[in-house]
């Protein structure tokens, strides 16, 4: 368990994985997150993906995981939430610098990709703000990299 700001980044558990299926996004936001956290979970569970719980204090409010690319090593954020009931209050932000923080501890990596689609401003602007840098476009999404 790592924590800053607040931030606790937990692994997916049998007392946890239930509450994280039930995680949504506004439905404003679900034709730009539109799987399902219970699909994360299955797909983790069988192709060596990491899902984390993101908890503001004890209180869970997001959902992320992460993986790393047999192909070529590279490490992607393959998905990243704030349940609605807590968007607006700073923690999507903060929760995601400490995955940052997470990530680069745990693994040593240096580099970070991940992938938006176009029409999700929000998620582009936090990344942005956040360092990551546009490398890609391709018809689905917005390929981005932070060095760290």
């Not at 936001?29 to 979970?41: N, S």
């Not at 070529?72 to 940052?100: F, S």
Request: with cysteine; glycine share 6%; aromatic share 12%.
């Amino acid at each position: 368990m790592y924590t800053s700001q607040a931030m606790i980044l937990k692994p997916i558990d049998k007392d946890n994985w239930y509450a994280c299926s039930q995680l949504e996004v506004t439905a404003e936001q679900k034709h730009v997150f539109p799987v399902p956290i219970v699909y994360w979970l299955a797909e983790s569970a069988y192709c060596g993906f990491t899902p984390l719980a993101v908890y503001s204090g004890e209180q869970l409010a997001g959902f992320t995981v992460y993986a790393i690319d047999p192909d070529d090593g590279e490490y992607w954020i393959m998905a990243y939430m704030i349940d609605h009931h807590y968007q607006h209050r700073g923690l999507g932000r903060a929760g995601l610098e400490e995955l940052i923080r997470y990530m680069k501890e745990k693994h040593a990596c240096h580099k970070i990709k991940l992938g938006h689609r176009f029409e999700n401003v929000r998620a582009s602007n936090l990344y942005a703000a956040l360092g990551f840098k546009e490398v890609e476009r391709n018809k689905q999404e917005v390929i981005r990299e932070l060095m760290i």
